[in-house]
């Protein structure tokens, strides 16, 4: 759960929000649980969602678990999510794996990124097209 102002939920600097990113601030274990988050997926025409963060058995589950009932389809990168006890994770991976969501390799994902065409979110999302404009000149 999140606690405000808890030094354990500061960003990290090197995963931080860039300008033009969405952050969305969530209190509860489910990152749909009352915020916009899913207003922002239907803006985007979003049916998919690549999940990643802390801890795999708890907010991990709770947003998968929310994803799919948005019918949105779920990809989880093993490698991009964590618990603190290996157990937990490892049980909480394979059950997620077997009910709600694809948990793949971080690479199998980064290449199916990669595959797809530029600038899709573009019409929908402009500070998307303004950022790449940025880092292209």
Do not use: W
């Amino acid at each position: 759960m999140d606690v405000q102002g808890h030094l354990g939920n500061e960003i990290v600097a090197e995963v931080g929000p860039e300008k033009g990113d969405i952050l969305v601030e969530k209190r509860k274990p489910s990152a749909f649980f009352g915020t916009p988050l899913m207003s922002h997926l239907t803006m985007l025409r979003a049916d998919s969602l690549i999940l990643t963060g802390t801890t795999t058995s708890g907010c991990v589950r709770a947003t998968a678990v929310d994803a799919v009932s948005y019918d949105l389809r779920v990809t989880i990168p093993h490698e991009a999510v964590f618990d603190r006890s290996v157990l937990s994770h490892k049980a909480t991976l394979l059950d997620v794996h077997m009910k709600y969501a694809d948990v793949t390799d971080t690479d199998d994902v980064l290449a199916h990124l990669d595959g797809l065409p530029a600038g899709l979110f573009d019409d929908v999302f402009p500070p998307a097209a303004a950022a790449a404009e940025g880092s292209a000149g």
